[in-house]
């Protein structure tokens, strides 16, 4: 155990892990040395920052918390402090549940910790962060919650309404981060389609990717998390014109039966979700579309679940991730709909549909073979580095393995051929 140290283990999605690096930053500020090691945490301090999305990451987060409670009862750590969705959540039932931890605070109050240390929040740091990834990329988060209460979602209820962060101050984020060598920016937030209708009266998505494209220094810029109704177009001009915006777009579909979009409260239907996708391949050539979708919600009869199928032959996402339907109280689908497809019919369907993906995500890599594209190298492995093209994002998309046969450099950008193409990886060879 070494003083001044404090453990902070990460849990959940990107949004969690700004949070913390936020914190990081904060902490450090005020004199400590951060680590983010949930193998081995050596500081006297253990925070563990939750995630209460679904049953499996609930249990991953309670896990953590017990297993940082013995090392607290080994007297490897002297305090134990949660943060973080699940805390949010769930913030009267846990300490009783959970009386080893020292002090729960939710997603919105860690700036608590620091005073509790007997320490300040810093306001001129408030766009800096301690980076956990690799140093030419970051996570860009330009707002929290989400208004859109689909059915089966505990989001809202965890983070409230969608709060867009003013663009001057996003800007400002942007511009600190070049400073420090990053060069890619994932865009997160749990809608980035909503971006500025509450903060601005009127969609700013465009408006906000346009001035961070202008920062000189940053050198791509994806976009994560879109919702299909009332969706944006303008942005697609943006993604059309910016060299430095990819032509990626993460849109969460998750049904294509009007019957489940109904009842899952997405506000459009199968028709329109068709029109949608035709538009943007239409306005943006070459993009590549990731999505996701979830099988299992009640209500999905066999036709239902085939109706999918044919939407994934004929939409021929570049990038799919399927999830069986988790309930989760206190929403919309938990209370009014009896969760009765059994688990395997469930497991079975995701199998189905992950196997077409997988398919289909060989010809796309395939029709790659032969050409030139740019890659930025992320990190080295023995016998190959390891990079991405401005069609993947990092650690959910396929990664591009180079050959040693030059020594590149980690962060850097190279013009490589492709030589060959696996289900999810490409091969290639540096051609300048």
Sequence with gaps: MKKNL??????????????SEMLSRQLESN????????????????????CGFIGDAKEE???MILSMAQLKQRKKIKKLLVMGCLSERYMKELPEELPEVDKFYGKFSWHQILED????????????RTLTTPSHYAYLKISEGCNRCCSYCAIPIITGHHRSRPIEEIVAEVKWLVSQGVKEFQVIAQDLTYYG?????????????????????VEWIRLHYAYP????FEVLRVMRERDNVCKYLDIALQHISDKLLDMMHRHVTKKETYELIDRIRKEVPGIHLRTTLIV??????????????????????ERMGAFPYSEEEGTYSALNYEDNIPFEVKSERVDRLMALQQEISYEVNSAKVGKTMRVIIDRELPDYYIGRTEFDSPEVDPEVLIKKDNVLQIGSFYEVKITGAEDFDLYAEVVR
Excluded at 6 to 19: A, E, F, H, R, T
Excluded at 117 to 128: T, W
């Design 61 to 63: 987060s309670i896990n």
């Design 117 to 128: 240390l007997g320490k300040s929040y810093d306001d001129s740091l408030r766009v800096e």
């Design 31 to 50: 004199g400590y040395s951060v680590e983010h090691d949930p193998e081995k945490p050596n500081g006297e301090i253990a925070i563990v920052n939750t």
């Design 296 to 317: 299992g919600h009640p209500g999905e009869e066999d036709s239902d679940f085939e109706d999918l199928m044919q939407f994934v032959k004929d939409a021929r996402f």
């Design 197 to 217: 209708l509450d903060l601005y009266k009127e969609n700013r998505l465009a408006n906000l990717i346009e001035a961070i494209s202008d920062i000189p220094g």
């Design 6 to 19: 404090i453990s902070i283990i990460n849990l959940g999605c990107s949004k969690n892990l700004v949070d």
């Design 229 to 232: 109704a009332k969706f944006p």
